[in-house]
């Protein structure tokens, strides 16, 4: 199994910065993807931000300029800096990992999530 563990979330002023971070343990072979979703109130969980093998990074149109995703293969951490934030930004935001068990099963996991919420 995979275990994640988020961090970062918060209360910010409009205009402002937050880092969400996510830390992937437990047992598996290797991760293939990494990413960011986010869920408001009443509506979908939607993509914010991947980054892939070989650092192949997708941002949903709306932070990108603001949103930067990064990964440290290392400590199995993705990072979400989150600059300029609107309160559209608000939200519960929660971290996606993809891992291979064996050279033909993978499997994804979700992280618990953390709010993020943006007003004055």
């Known amino acids: 199994q995979v275990h994640l563990v988020e961090s970062g979330g918060g209360l910010v002023q409009p205009g402002g910065s937050l880092t969400l971070s996510c830390v992937a343990s437990g047992s598996f072979a290797s991760i293939y993807a990494m990413g960011w979703y986010r869920q408001a109130p009443g509506k979908q969980r939607d993509l914010v931000a991947a980054?892939?093998?070989?650092?192949?990074?997708k941002y949903a149109d709306s932070v990108k300029g603001r949103f930067t995703i990064s990964r440290d293969n290392a400590t199995n951490t993705v990072t979400l800096k989150m600059n300029i934030l609107e309160p559209e930004d608000t939200a519960v935001y929660y971290c996606?990992?993809?891992?291979?068990?064996?050279?033909?099963?993978?499997?994804?996991?979700w992280g618990q999530g953390t709010q993020v919420t943006v007003s004055s």
């Open positions: 996606k990992v993809g891992v291979f068990h064996s050279d033909t099963a993978k499997a994804d996991y």
């Open positions: 980054i892939r093998f070989r650092n192949q990074t």
